[in-house]
């Protein structure tokens, strides 16, 4: 499986946008990049997923590097509710989703 | 109806217990995932289910058994377990196992005494 590697931790006010950035150097042509969010005590959330292009839907954004090295989630206002464990992970076809430590984000009032 | 439904939402169970977790959706998925997530850790892939048959089993003690009786329901049988079994156990599902998105239940917390 490919690796993923984010920040620990980012911080950010409320009602500022929020980029969470994502390293996946060993990315396949044929891996898909999803990003999955878990608010406290519940089972994570999809929050999105693309290939090549940059991807909106009304959680977040996408923007995918042009060389896919690399993707950026990003919040455009952040609510309290954003606060939670965002996890970016790569998988093909009939893989297993591999959950990696993500990014705990804490939003501030 | 686009979720993913566990129960019971919390469970304590002693070591010589026999339980089971419960895990049903109804959006016509055909691949389901049981998860086991320590405290301030990820999740981590325990069984998969694609169309009723275990095609997936990483490495999980047998104290662990699941079952799929049909393809709305997954079930996760507990017997003999230890301390250290005490986590959050969480159910997925998805269309396939085609490169899709999982949905996933809010979980089950499990203390072992």
């Known amino acids: 499986d490919a690796k993923t590697t984010q920040p620990n931790s980012m911080e950010s006010n409320e009602e500022e946008p929020v980029h969470l950035p994502c390293n996946h150097s060993t990315i396949s042509g044929t891996d898909y990049i999803h990003w999955y969010r878990q608010l406290p005590s519940q089972g994570p959330e999809y929050v999105i997923h693309?290939?090549?292009s940059n991807v909106n839907n009304r959680m977040a954004s996408l923007a995918i590097a042009e060389d896919r090295k690399s993707s950026t989630l990003i919040l455009h206002r952040a609510t309290l509710r954003d606060a939670a464990v965002y996890y970016c992970?790569?998988?093909?076809?009939?893989?297993?989703?591999?959950f990696g430590p993500g990014t705990r984000l804490s939003v501030l009032p | 109806d686009t979720e993913v439904t566990q129960t019971p939402k919390h469970l304590v169970m002693g070591m010589t217990n026999k339980k089971s977790l419960k895990c049903e959706q109804h959006m016509g998925h055909r691949a389901m995932y049981w998860y086991k997530q320590k405290a301030k850790k990820p999740p981590e892939l325990m069984f998969v289910?694609?169309?009723?048959?275990?095609?997936i089993n990483e490495s999980v003690p047998s104290r662990f058994s699941p079952e799929c009786p049909n393809s709305s329901l997954l079930n996760l049988h507990l017997h003999a377990l230890q301390p250290e079994d005490s986590a959050l156990y969480l159910c997925?599902?998805?269309?396939?196992?085609?490169?899709?998105?999982?949905?996933f239940g809010p979980g089950t917390r499990l203390t072992v005494t």
């Open positions: 693309g290939l090549t």
């Open positions: 997925a599902s998805s269309q396939d196992r085609t490169g899709t998105s999982e949905f």
């Open positions: 289910y694609s169309y009723e048959k275990l095609s």
């Open positions: 992970i790569l998988r093909d076809g009939g893989q297993n989703f591999v």
